[in-house]
């Protein structure tokens, strides 16, 4: 089963700063099955990047993914207030696992 | 629109049976697998399975194996997913998600409202 390492566990930031999130493998998965996801307490996670690299439906352009391997980012270039969230990465290739998240809290 | 609306919350206790229905609407329902999520609270997102619509075809995790059923109903556009000999660390929120792609990759665009299971005695 492939592990999913994210991190840091969170990252306190002020609005208007860029936002770097990290999300590590324990073998390498391809582009295409590597995804992120935004979740507000109380709400069903939001599906932000796919491919690494591609931004869904309806997210903003300060939203951007990159990476391939073993190492993927995430990068929320200026922070908006909605922004503050916990962040998970998923991979499809094996078992579909998750990672832990990263907090992403107001300073 | 795409919706995905899951069944109401239950309590359980140990040693019973769930069995949480995803009714999906505003697509074709065979055409995009379903997936089942769960998240026990204040933890992370944890993966249990899929279900091919068309099909009947499943995958579960490996944690599930054995004490997971995932089916489906294609006349009304539900899924289901059964989970038996229910434990204490099993209380969690149950999600559905559909999982779309397309060249770049794969990704669960929409999700289920959540169904909160509680097993308790």
């Known amino acids: 089963e492939i592990v999913l390492t994210q991190s840091p566990g969170t990252l306190s930031l002020s609005p208007g700063e860029r936002a770097t999130l990290s999300c590590r493998a324990s073998q390498s998965v391809s582009s295409s099955y590597l995804a992120w996801y935004q979740q507000k307490p109380g709400q069903a996670p939001r599906l932000l990047i796919y491919g690494a690299s591609s931004r869904a439906t309806g997210i903003p352009d300060r939203f951007s993914g990159s990476g391939s391997g073993t190492d993927f980012t995430l990068t929320i270039s200026r922070l908006e207030p909605e922004d503050f969230a916990v962040y998970y990465c998923q991979q499809y290739g094996s078992s579909h696992t998750f990672g832990g998240g990263t907090k992403v809290e107001i300073k | 629109q795409v919706q995905l609306v899951q069944s109401g919350a239950e309590v359980k206790k140990p040693g019973a049976s769930v069995k949480v229905s995803c009714k999906a609407s505003g697509y074709t329902f065979t055409g995009y697998y379903m997936h089942w999520v769960r998240q026990a609270p204040g933890q992370g997102l944890e993966w249990m399975g899929w279900?091919?619509?068309?099909?009947?075809?499943?995958n579960y995790a490996q944690k599930f194996q054995g004490r997971v059923t995932m089916t489906r109903d294609t006349s009304i556009s539900t899924a289901y997913m059964e989970l038996s000999r229910l434990r204490s660390d099993d209380t969690a929120v149950y999600y559905c998600?559909?999982?779309?792609?397309?060249?770049?990759?794969?990704?669960?665009?929409?999700w289920g409202q959540g169904t909160l299971v509680t097993v308790s005695s």
């Open positions: 998600a559909r999982l779309d792609y397309d060249s770049s990759g794969y990704g669960y665009d929409y």
């Open positions: 279900i091919n619509p068309n099909s009947g075809g499943t």
